[in-house]
Nanobody, 122 residues
Framework: QVQLVESGGGSVQAGGSLRLSCTGA?????MAWFRQAPGKEREGVAA?????????ARSVKGRFTVSTDIDKNMLILGLQMDSLQLEDTAIYYC?????????????????WGQGTQVTVYS
């Protein structure tokens, strides 16, 4: 069973940066970050496949960078978020999966973290 644990959320002024991390999945998994703002559906933000291919939502491309490191055969998923905007405020979820499918679709992922709050203020 995969248990994903996120860290790194918080509050930041618009234009600032935050870095999220997630651990708990093995090296063969594809992983992704999703987010859900109040009153909105969960959306894919950034994903990285086990072969290193990455994909970003149009709204974050050029501002967010997804990455993975490996420690003791466990992936450490990172999300560097720069130039944060008020619209980036949401709960951010880490996801891991072995399913085929579009990288930014929740259907591609079997396992989810509990989420970490990111708040951007003006």
């Amino acid at each position: 069973q995969v248990q994903l644990v996120e860290s790194g959320g918080g509050s930041v002024q618009a234009g600032g940066s935050l870095r999220l991390s997630c651990t708990g999945a093995g090296a063969s998994y594809s992983m992704a970050w999703f987010r859900q703002a109040p009153g909105k559906e969960r959306e894919g933000v950034a994903a990285i496949r086990s072969d290193g291919q990455t994909m970003y939502a149009r709204s974050v491309k050029g501002r967010f960078t997804v990455s993975t490191d490996i420690d003791k055969n466990m992936l450490i998923l990172g999300l560097q978020m720069d130039s944060l905007q008020l619209e980036d405020t949401a709960i951010y979820y880490c996801a891991a999966g072995l399913r085929s499918g579009a990288l930014l679709s929740p259907n591609a992922y079997n396992f989810w973290g509990q989420g970490t709050q990111v708040t951007v203020y003006s």
